[in-house]
């Protein structure tokens, strides 16, 4: 459980032990995923994720997880009950959204449903390539390059379903709000500079491949 509150997460660990659920909890961001791992394996079978962190947003988090190949259902806790971050929540990888004030008997039992649904298996390798959501940044072998945020979010979607080929629609909802007009020649441009960015980072043997009138594709 990722939640800053430290009163709030005491209180939602402690109902969960009750369910006989074994709990690790962090504050922020950072710690939660040097807690969850490298990837795609990890040993905890799901994670409540606040979308307020003190370093940086949930959904940042959640992306990032899901760039490492960790497909565990994220339950994000949020004070934000728009329709727009409702749907930047489900954009950014997470599979359930309760919104604050909540009852802690309602987390658990949609907890409990995300549990039993569980994750598919992975069988990819951990990648040498990690985007650092704190500091909006891609960390490869040869060092660190900073991301927008528009570019964080096009990049973790597409390391998220690697081989996969996304459409242009698919991408412009991962990197935009809801209902954004996204040219064709602006995610051309994206494209252009986070392979730049991919060569810098030092992992040659990773790029963004063109599929022609379709999207793009990470491989």
């Known amino acids: ?103 802690v008997a309602e987390l658990v039992v949609r907890l409990q449903a995300l549990l039993r649904r569980g994750a598919s298996p992975s069988v990819r390798e951990p990648a040498a390539l990690q985007l650092d959501p704190a500091g909006h940044a891609l960390e490869g072998p040869a060092g660190r390059q900073p991301l927008t945020p528009t570019e964080f979010r096009l990049l973790a979607a597409l390391m998220a379903a690697p081989g996969d080929v996304l459409r242009r629609r698919e991408l412009a909802r991962a990197g935009w709000p809801d209902g954004a007009i996204v040219a064709d020649n602006t995610l051309d441009q994206y494209v252009v500079r986070l392979r730049r960015k991919l060569a810098d980072a030092g992992d040659h043997g990773r790029s963004i491949g063109t599929v022609v009138g379709v999207g793009y594709r990470f491989q």
């Open 1 to 103: 459980m990722v939640e800053d509150d430290a009163a709030l997460r005491a209180v939602v660990a402690r109902a969960l032990r009750e369910q006989d659920l074994a709990v690790t909890t962090a504050a922020d961001g950072s710690t939660a995923l040097a807690t969850a791992g490298p990837g795609p394996a990890t040993r905890f079978a799901a994670i409540v994720l606040d979308i307020g962190l003190p370093d940086s947003d949930g959904r940042d988090v959640c992306q990032a997880l899901r760039a490492r190949g960790i497909a565990v259902p994220v339950l994000f806790l949020t004070a934000r009950d728009q329709l727009h971050d409702l749907l930047s929540g489900y954009a950014a990888g997470g599979d359930e959204y309760l919104t604050k004030p909540f009852h």
